[in-house]
């Protein structure tokens, strides 16, 4: 037996997200944190939705490239020319969904959108990537243009080439305002929701059970 932090007693088998509010927030964080950093995780490819154009959702899968827990803060890589920034640059509402089917858990983050194009987030998120990340934004012609045949694309090969990529990089960085956690378990299922107030504080000013 072990104790939760209102210090109930509960069976040490069972993970503390499952008695506990403020561990299943620490648990969804260390998942995303490590979804960051591992590309093993599940939470390394997350799907990021935004409000189309035409006012209808689109959704798509994102690889996250970072995660700062203290400032509620994630962030991926797109190309600048793609659907999804013209997206977030007129409507900066964004959700962010992954899936661990081992640890059977959902983190569902509802936040707000930063495009980070050329600024020093930019600058430092372009110089962490690889030479192959970087192939990916000298593309021809840009994401999402129709193309005669499958093939019908260029990606740059030169150094020099590679580099003028950069022009189409962005960053985005996600502020967390929601985040929902979602433990399945044959002995019952587990929901919680935490709502953040002021941007620098990582400490929810709602937490509360959901039924599931
Ligand atoms: C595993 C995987 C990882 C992906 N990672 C990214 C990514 O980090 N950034 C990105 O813009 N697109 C990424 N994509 C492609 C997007 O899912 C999407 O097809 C593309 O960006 C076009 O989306 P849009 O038309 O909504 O802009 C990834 C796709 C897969 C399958």
Redesign the pocket.
Known sequence: MANDTTGRLFEASEPAHYHDLPACLDTAWRMLAEGATDRRSAFH?PMASSVGLDGRP?V????LRGCDPASRRLR????RR????AELARHPAIALTAYDAAAKIQVRIEGEASLHTDDAVADDAWDASRRFSRICYGVEPA??VAIADGGGFRLPEADDEINAGRAHFAAVVIEARTLEFLYLASAGHRRARFSFGDPAEAMPIEATWLAP
């Not at 798509?60 to 690889?63: A, F, L, S, T």
């Open positions: 490819a689109r798509r899968v994102v690889i991926f890589h797109t190309d793609s659907d999804k920034f994401p999402g």
